[in-house]
């Protein structure tokens, strides 16, 4: 069992120390500071989320995607042929993003995340998860202008973020996680969605994750055999996730989200260890990735952290129970 989180992580902490990220980014919108000064507080700010992540006992950890504003515009400003709009609303959160629409024909600019990547992996001894948002959820979050369906638009995505892959590849990733939450809202879409996925791996070999969240994969048959090494399911937001353990592949791996993420309040150590042992009579412990339900940026930084701590309290309850 591998304990790590799902992705974004509170950028903004307690304190006025705490705030220098929000006061450069606003800096930055008016002008006052250059993309060099804004670039070296997300450096800072990213040194310390994968610092809090060791110190909490994480044994994989992300960097944070400090650089991130939300998961569709990070990668929407370097595609070309997109530009982005107003605000919606991110799913039933208290956040929003601006929607980014193609106005053209898109195209990879060149590795967007490779650096980051890079930066992260020199900042800790741990394991580093590389996350990319998924190609269908880019499309359905998104709009054209330019292509005549959904179905378009998505795969033409899947080209480019397979290409993005691709450069990740190249570094050498321990795990890419591919994060695909819109499918659970919209199974309708689940024959265009298996097509995507089709395309989106085709010549990939760098081992890889699908994760969903605010919802379950159920009813999506054949999702546990898409073409990843592992599946993320949120066992808060989709308890009937519970129901897909049952016929889980053999040679698959569980991204064991049972830590809710969009609530303060704290779990205790004996639902955790509870709920692990509930998920290992299905799926052995080293197949398993324990971590929380979806991205911890929903709660302040100093809860993160607590529930951070407590799923390490959690994992090593249940490890004494069955030692």
């Keep these: 069992m591998l304990i790590t989180t799902v992705g974004n992580y509170p950028k903004i902490a307690e304190g006025p120390e705490g705030q220098k990220l929000r006061r450069v980014i606003n800096r930055f919108d008016k002008g006052d500071v250059t993309g060099e000064e804004l670039a070296r507080v997300e450096d800072e700010v990213t040194r310390e989320v994968i610092q809090e992540q060791e110190e909490v006992g994480l044994e994989m950890v992300t960097d944070g995607m400090v650089r991130w504003n939300d998961g ?24 929003y993003y601006r929607q980014p629409v193609a106005t053209g024909p898109l195209r990879w600019p060149g590795p967007m995340t490779v650096r980051d990547y890079r930066f992260a992996a020199g900042c800790t001894s741990l394991p580093v998860k590389a996350i990319l948002t998924g190609p269908y959820t880019l499309a359905k979050l998104s709009r054209s202008e330019h292509h005549p369906d959904l179905a378009r638009f998505a795969l033409d995505l899947a080209d480019i973020i397979r290409q993005e892959a691709q450069a990740l590849e190249g570094e050498g990733v321990p795990l890419l996680q591919i994060d695909e939450p819109a499918i659970v809202r919209h199974k309708e879409d689940w024959g265009l969605f298996q097509q995507v996925m089709a395309r989106l791996t085709d010549g990939l070999s760098v081992k890889r994750v699908l994760y969903t969240w605010f919802g379950d994969a159920t009813e999506l048959p054949g999702f546990t055999r898409l073409p990843f090494h592992g599946f993320g399911l949120d066992f808060v937001g989709g308890p009937a996730n519970f129901d897909l353990l049952d016929d889980f592949p053999e040679d698959a791996e569980l991204g064991l989200g049972i830590m809710d993420a969009r609530n303060v309040k704290l779990e205790s150590v004996d639902y955790l260890s509870r709920t692990l042992e509930r998920a290992t009579a299905h799926v052995s412990p080293d197949r398993i990735y324990l971590n929380p339900s979806c991205g911890l940026d929903y709660l302040p930084r100093d809860v993160a952290v607590a529930k951070l701590k407590r799923l390490v309290e959690g994992a090593g309850a249940f490890k004494a129970v069955v030692t």
């Design 72 to 95: 569709q515009t990070y990668l929407a400003r370097r595609v070309e042929g997109f530009h982005l709009t107003g605000l919606l609303r991110y799913f039933d959160t208290n956040t």
